[in-house]
Nanobody, 123 residues
Framework: QVQLVESGGGWMQAGGSLRLSCAAS????????IGWFRQAPGKEREFVGS????????YYPDSVKGRFTVSRDNAKNTVFLQINSLKPEDTAVYYC????????????????WGQGTQVTVSS
């Protein structure tokens, strides 16, 4: 099983950009699809993007399409989530998760989760 650690969160101004990282341990990282989720206070966790093992396929919900970009560097065992045009409603704890099947919005397919990184966007 792969272990995941998110980083890159913090306080940001609306309109800015942020890149979150998801660092993984384990030799088989390149065989995992990675999903990104977020959970705002008082809300359910929601899917914000995913990338397959090779990095050739990504998937985003309509709510973030065009602002969020997921990429990966398998040589560095790291997946990234780029967020542009930050909005106060992007404030949440962001999580990455790993799966050996198709990465997408279904949380039950993910076998490993990181501890999350807080992103706070002020207006």
């Amino acid at each position: 099983q792969v272990q995941l650690v998110e980083s890159g969160g913090g306080w940001m101004q609306a309109g800015g950009s942020l890149r979150l990282s998801c660092a993984a341990s384990g030799r088989t990282f390149s065989s995992y699809g990675i999903g990104w989720f977020r959970q705002a206070p008082g809300k359910e966790r929601e899917f914000v993007g995913s990338i397959n093992w090779s990095g050739h396929n990504t998937y985003y919900p309509d709510s973030v399409k065009g602002r969020f970009t997921v990429s990966r560097d398998n040589a560095k065992n790291t997946v990234f989530l780029q967020i542009n045009s930050l909005k106060p409603e992007d404030t949440a704890v962001y999580y990455c998760a790993a799966t050996t099947v198709a990465a997408g919005p279904l949380e039950s397919v993910y076998e490993s989760w990181g501890q999350g990184t807080q992103v706070t966007v002020s207006s």
